[in-house]
């Protein structure tokens, strides 16, 4: 049937809908699945000039929906699909999903239907995806509107997540809302107690970062800045957790510390991953960790930085 409809585009949405309404609401899942299948590939056969936003707007709640139906298949889907109409623009340059529609999505479909941390890798995969092309795009303020609600349900869904390239997406995403969500503030120590766990990165990957092409200074330097963004925040967390590792014996894990403890005693990044909406806002905000959160640590701290110093120092003289 797909093959149909890419031969013999349909001239409209309605048209396309109409064709599968028996698939669409069979019951049986498998008609279902093969029905969602033919509707995306048909969607982005039809010209964009026939589609109207009235139909979008439908569309968007009948697959959000569908999330509902828990079949991993069927989810990819619909989440492959949300991401192409996100990415898709109007004639005008904007967005075919406004924000009220990406926050109808993640309200009701992705945090509404979807048990996100029992996703299969790519399902989860591709629900960061989305959420990260909702904070870094157009559709922003929607997300924003959902307030705690979404800081919570956010919280539950990135608790535990082991993929680097997941928690790649994590990482910078955690910059954008420390900065855009007001209310994180509510949920500062949940927030650092989730990514605390991860510093410093102890991650091997296959040369080059595998097929994900996430390296361990890749994953490194996202982290360094969400963690630098949460320094004013949750800086009676961050000094202690700073002073533990720099007092480690592992080397990469010290540096990470010592790279982490200069930007935020100096408010300025010297560590990023590349990402320009990531650094547009960390690069405007330039304010030092407060005093107060570390003037209780200096004892640590200063005999601590001297004693690296020095065993550096020997190192050196060692070598040559």
């Given amino acids: 049937m797909a093959f149909f409809i890419v031969k013999f585009q349909m001239e409209s949405l309605l048209d396309l809908i109409q064709s599968l309404e028996s ?80 926050k109808r999505i993640v309200q009701d479909g992705i945090f509404g239907h979807l048990t996100i941390q029992n996703l299969i890798k790519s399902g989860r ?39 680097p390239q997941i928690l790649h997406l994590i990482f910078r995403m955690n910059v954008i809302i420390i900065r855009e969500f007001p209310s994180v503030i509510e949920f500062k120590d949940e927030l650092f107690e989730t990514i605390s766990i991860y510093f410093p990165i102890d991650f091997s990957p296959p040369p080059g970062g595998g097929i994900s092409g996430v390296t361990r200074d890749l994953l490194a330097s996202s982290l360094h800045q969400c963690l630098f963004s949460m320094r004013n925040i949750t800086g009676h967390n961050l000094i202690p957790l700073i002073c533990e590792k720099i007092d480690s014996q592992w080397p990469s894990g010290q540096l990470d510390a010592l790279c982490l403890f200069n930007d935020c005693l100096h408010g300025k990044l010297q560590r990023s991953d590349g990402d320009n909406d990531i650094n547009h806002v960390l690069f405007s905000d330039r304010n030092p960790i407060d005093i107060r959160h ?27």
């Fill in 294 to 320: 570390i003037s209780p640590y200096l004892g640590v701290i200063i005999p601590t930085l001297i004693q690296i110093f020095f065993y550096h120092k020997l190192l050196k003289s060692c070598c040559y």
């Fill in 125 to 163: 995969l591709k629900v960061f995806q989305l959420l990260h092309c909702f904070l870094t795009g157009s559709q922003l303020n929607g997300i924003q509107s959902m307030e705690s609600n979404f800081i919570q349900k956010y919280l539950i869904a990135t608790d535990g997540e082991k993929d």
């Fill in 23 to 102: 698939g669409l609401t069979d019951t049986k899942i498998t008609s279902q699945k093969d029905s969602i299948e033919t509707l995306i590939t048909g969607i982005k056969s039809i010209p964009l000039s026939n589609i109207t936003s009235k139909e979008i707007d439908h569309l968007i709640d009948f697959l959000s929906d569908r999330l509902a139906l828990a079949d991993p298949n069927i989810t990819n889907l619909i989440l492959d699909g949300f991401i192409w109409l996100t990415k898709s623009t109007w004639s005008n340059g904007c967005s075919m999903v406004n924000p009220e529609q990406a």
